[in-house]
Structures are given as structure tokens and as C-alpha cells.
């Protein structure tokens, strides 16, 4: 393949998920992928990235901000897998910036619904971008056999959808900056953007109001960070009601290592229910009129993933998918835009206020400019 047909890429974050981004891309490096070079301000992370790029035999040109990296003209596509409360001055300065370079970014698309907003209309004005938000969840081989059949109807209109994730606590980040709702958006930003943004997909609807319980009861509790002890969430249910009458719900739990799956997914019609399970990876579809003896396992791969990774060959399909769009030359939409990014952050903004508050939050409450006025 020659040098001009080879789409350049950079990554602005080189921590866990942006070595992650790193090696999901060597892996498509038959279709013409190369990373060529990364911009983070922490050398450890520098050094480790180096070192990766190094066994795949790609020569790697290391910068310490991203405003070099757009300044150098050196890549097409930029990868950010920032922290999340730097994602939305790296979007602005990379839609502004001279030279279109397409762009993914890791979820949440910002922390607040405002800046959400503001990145939505500068992306606006660059149509010859293509920006995706990184809800790969969508593409987990059970989930996408679930959203398949969803949409081929066979569970007839959606009336309920339940998520469950219970998993290990938040892993350790540089700087710790997880650990605290100031940074992250909060775990129900930060986490459950993902599970907001797969409700919405299976209901076929937008959300109108969210009521959430949560809180901190296991997890961080003994940590101390300049003084200050973690304040994210470590548990939480969250109801949603949409649009079209039908309703979600999230069952969170972060100390819950002893569990077979880590994502349960249920969605049920007026004709049957679907189910769906990470990481065992497997499907679950029943009707009403066959009942309980009706209802078939299928067990659900994609021959496509040449690595796995952290999210069970999700990332793998995210770049694949993008990468169709950006050589379709803007004429193929990103598979997850950015308004896709704006509504999971705000469902997760409205879930953290409404835990703040104490009662139901109507999605307008947090769509508005004056969002998460908690004082009222």
C-alpha cells in the first residue's frame, strides 16, 4: 500500500485507554492504519507508548501537548483519550483549527451538557470533519445481535429496558483524577453514558424525565487526594421514562467483582424479550405465546475482531466503523454522532442531579444553557 493511501493517525492521551486505541489500531494496519504520532503531558505514559509503537515497528513522533501535534500536519485522524474534563478545550482547539483532522473521542463527549452543546455547534460550521463519540458498547457482539433483532421488530414496541452493570470499582488513572465528580461528570456521566445511550437506542425514543438513587458506600471511602476524600458515586438505580411511554432502567453497582457477567441487558416488547450478556456473550430471545420453553440461547461472535481487548472486541469494530465513514469522504455519517454524545452525558447529568435533589428530573431542566442549577 502506498504511502498516500495510508490514513495517519494521532492520539492525544496515551494513558490506558489511549495505548488501548493504539494497539486496536496496529491491528488494522492491513486496512492501511498507521499511528504516527501521540501527544500526552505525562512521560511515563510517553515512555509506554513509545515502547508499544516501537514493537509494532512504527516510527512514533511524541509530542508533550495537542497543540503540536495539529501544528505539525502530521496526521489525518485524532483519537482524544484525554481525561474527561480536557475533551472539550482539545475538541474546540482541534475543530478550529487550520487543517481538518476527523476526530474520536473517547465518552463522554464533554462533562457538562453546556460545553456538550458549544462542541456540537462548532462542528457545525466544519463539515468537512467527521467527529464520533466513543459509545462502543453499541458494537459488543451480544449487544449488536440485541439491537438487531430489536430493530427487525421481533420483540414487537418496546415497553421496557433494564441494564445492569456490576463490576469492579473505577481503576487507578494518572493523577487520580477519577476519583472526583469535578472531573469526570460524575460516575453516571462518566460510566453510564454508555447505558444511557444504549436505552435510548433499544426504546427508539428520547428521554423526558430521570429519577436516581445512588451513593458512596463502598468504594474510595479510605482514599485522600490532596486532602480531599473521592466523591463519585459507587452505586446507583436510575429509572428513565421516554418519550414514546416506554421505560429504562440502570442497576450500577461498582463493588460487585463476584458476578458471572459484568453488563446484563433486558429489553422487553409487547411480542417478546430479548437479553443480552457481557462478557459470556450471549443472547437470550423469547415470545409470549412460546413462553419459558420457547425461549433459545444463541451464542454471538464477530469474525471481523482481530483483538479483543478491554471491551471485549468493541473498540476493534468502533475504528473499523469509523474509518469506512472518513474514506466514504463525509458522505457516510458517524455511526455515533455527536448529539448521541450530548443526550448520554445529559441523561447522566440529570441522573446525578436528580440523586442531589432527591426527586424526578425533566430532561429540559438540564438541556437549557442554566443546566444543574442544583440550588433550586
Known sequence: MTETMVTKYGIVGVGLMGREHLINLYHLRSQGVAVVCVADPHRPSQHLALDLAHSFNWPLKVFSGHQELLDSGLCDVVVVSTPNMTHYQILMDII????????????????????????????????EMLVQVGLEYRYMP????????????????????AIREHRFPFLVKVNNWNRFNCNSGGTLVEKCCHFFDLMRLFAGANPVRVMASGGVDVNHKDEIYDGKVPDIIDNAYVIVEFDNGSRGMLDLCMFAEGSKNEQEISVVGDIGKGEAFVPESIVRLGTRPEGRDGVCTLKTEDARIKYEGLHHGSSYLEHLHFLSAIRAKCVQAPAVDLHDGLVSVAMGVAAQLSIELGRFVKMEEVMNENECQSSE
Open 142 to 161: 451480544p449487544v449488536a445481535k440485541l439491537i438487531e433483532i430489536v430493530k427487525d421488530g421481533t420483540l414487537g414496541q418496546i415497553k421496557m429496558v
Open 96 to 127: 478550529n483549527h487550520p487543517k481538518p483532522h476527523h476526530v474520536l473521542v473517547e465518552k463522554p463527549l464533554c462533562t457538562t451538557v453546556m460545553d456538550c452543546r458549544k462542541v456540537v455547534d462548532a462542528a457545525r460550521k466544519r463539515p
